[in-house]
């Protein structure tokens, strides 16, 4: 009783610390995890991704420079970082000496890939590594259909990748989480239930799904995302019925433990493509509680940086600056229908229920 109450005091203290630097906008908390975007470069030209476009004649961190970064997180006592991209392996080398890293240090530490590169070594290197998860990218159960979002031969790789991961986490006795991680949008969403099953056949822990946004670089714009709307992609008319239905399957398999996302963001994936620029979920507090770092080091959140780079000094003198003071500001004037995974929106109920199903007590 003790703990619970020692936990839930947590809770409290930790919502208050969030709601006081919302509203004063002055970061009374760390960030709880710190992403690294390893690369814009990507093999592939996903039909819902923005972000290949983004990759630039300039150079990139180099490992020296990402392990010093790492280690500023580590004495701050952020002890989250995660690896993405582009696709994160096209640095393999560099990330799984990263993961190494952090990892001696006690570090968690994510990664998240297409599965392009995971051969069967990549797969054992990783999972000696000491990587606290690996998320892979499956977006649909038929060949058609994932191939049709990612490029033709890619449902092989992944699946290949999925069944390399599988078999050799038993056979290492490793400790790694495995996920499934599926971009929700209208080619694929009368497979989410598949996936699900899917993920659970691999013997996979856990899926994350994560509703497609408009513009996933930040960089272009709402005329942009106000066309996306009408796009193929985007979920409408009579297809909303059928999404309910099967979101109303994904609540009920959540029992099961292994679908990461809350009840509430489940719930509210319909009303997310009903209301499009009209849907509000609550305050986000990004600029509180997730740090990102682009690939040529520049602290960038949803495309509004700081204009701070992770050259220019500390990380944490540049969390309390001036400058990331401006960014946040901005943020709080941001109109995008966000339900990105990574931006925590500062909504009690949500929050404390999300709390509570962590904890298996609803």
């Not at 500390?314 to 990331?324: A, D, H, R, T, V």
Request: with cysteine; proline share 3%; hydrophobic share 35%.
């Amino acid at each position: 009783m003790k703990i619970l109450y020692q936990d839930f005091l947590g809770f409290i203290k930790d919502y208050l610390a969030n709601t006081l630097s919302y509203e004063l906008n002055k970061p009374f908390v760390k960030p709880w995890r710190v992403n690294f975007d390893m690369t814009h470069r990507c093999p592939l030209r996903c039909v819902m991704c923005n972000i290949w476009k983004m990759n630039k004649e300039e150079r990139e961190l180099t490992l020296d420079e990402l392990k010093e970064a790492i280690d500023e997180i580590e004495e701050w006592g952020v002890k989250h970082v995660s690896f993405a991209g582009g696709e994160t392996l096209v640095r393999k080398d560099d990330v799984i000496e990263l993961i190494r890293h952090a990892s001696s240090k006690r570090m968690r530490t994510d990664l998240i890939t297409n599965g392009y590169f995971l051969d069967k070594k990549t797969c054992r290197r990783l999972l000696k590594s000491g990587v606290s998860k690996i998320s892979l990218s499956v977006d649909g159960t038929k060949r058609e259909t994932h191939d049709r979002i990612r490029g033709k031969g890619t449902y092989s790789r992944v699946i290949r990748a999925a069944k390399f991961l599988n078999e050799l986490k038993k056979k290492m006795k490793a400790k790694t989480e495995l996920e499934f991680t599926t971009v929700i949008f209208s080619y694929n969403f009368r497979e989410l239930v598949d996936i699900f099953y899917l993920m659970k056949k691999f013997d996979f822990d856990f899926i994350t799904y994560q509703v497609v946004t408009p513009d996933n670089s930040f960089t272009l714009g709402p005329k942009y995302s106000k066309n996306f709307y009408e796009s193929r992609l985007w979920i409408k008319g009579k297809k909303l019925k059928e999404l309910e239905r099967i979101v109303e399957k994904l609540v009920e398999l959540k029992k099961t433990g292994c679908i990461r996302n809350t009840r509430g963001y489940l719930k509210k994936i319909p009303k997310y493509f009903e209301l499009k620029d009209k849907f509000k979920p609550g305050k986000c507090i990004v600029g509180f509680s997730y740090l990102n770092i682009d690939p040529y080091g520049n602290l960038n959140i949803c495309g509004l940086s700081p204009n701070l780079n992770i050259k220019d000094g500390k990380l944490q003198e540049l969390w309390n600056s001036e400058e990331y003071k401006k960014t946040r500001e901005l943020i709080k004037g941001c109109e995008m229908p966000c339900m990105m995974l990574c931006y925590d929106k500062l909504n009690f109920k949500d929050l404390f229920e999300a709390w509570l199903e962590l904890r298996g007590w609803t």
